[in-house]
């Protein structure tokens, strides 16, 4: 069973930046693609950045296009969320997940980091 670890959240003033990190337990090699979403009190969880293990290939939806890069790390196993001038929209718990290439069923999900932007 693979787990997945995310960290990197905390307090962070507007116009700042963290970055997230998401670490699973296995190897998940071409069999999975690696996604970051995100959740605030009242909110659906929204997609934030996709990233495919092999070819690199990314997505971010439009509210954070342009200030957040998400990238992996083959080498380490890890994959990261760089996230910069934050806005006070952007707090939420930010959860890393594991989308399956066959099913596209989001298998497995990280605890969840929380991320505040003070204005």
């Known amino acids: 069973q693979v787990q997945l670890v995310d960290s990197g959240g905390g307090l962070v003033q507007a116009g700042g930046s963290l970055r997230l990190s998401c670490a699973p337990s296995?190897?998940?090699?071409?069999?999975?693609?690696m996604a970051w979403f995100r959740q605030s009190p009242g909110k659906w969880r929204e997609f934030v950045a996709g990233?495919?293990?092999?070819?690199?290939?990314?997505a971010y939806t439009d509210s954070v296009k342009g200030r957040f890069t998400i990238s992996r790390d083959n080498a380490k196993n890890t994959v990261y969320l760089q996230m910069t001038s934050l806005k006070p929209e952007d707090t939420a718990v930010y959860y890393c997940?594991?989308?399956?290439?066959?099913?596209?069923?989001?298998?497995?999900w990280g605890q969840g980091t929380q991320v505040t932007v003070s204005a």
């Open positions: 997940a594991a989308q399956s290439v066959a099913t596209y069923g989001y298998d497995y």
């Open positions: 296995g190897r998940l090699f071409d069999s999975y693609t």
């Open positions: 990233i495919t293990w092999s070819a690199g290939v990314t």
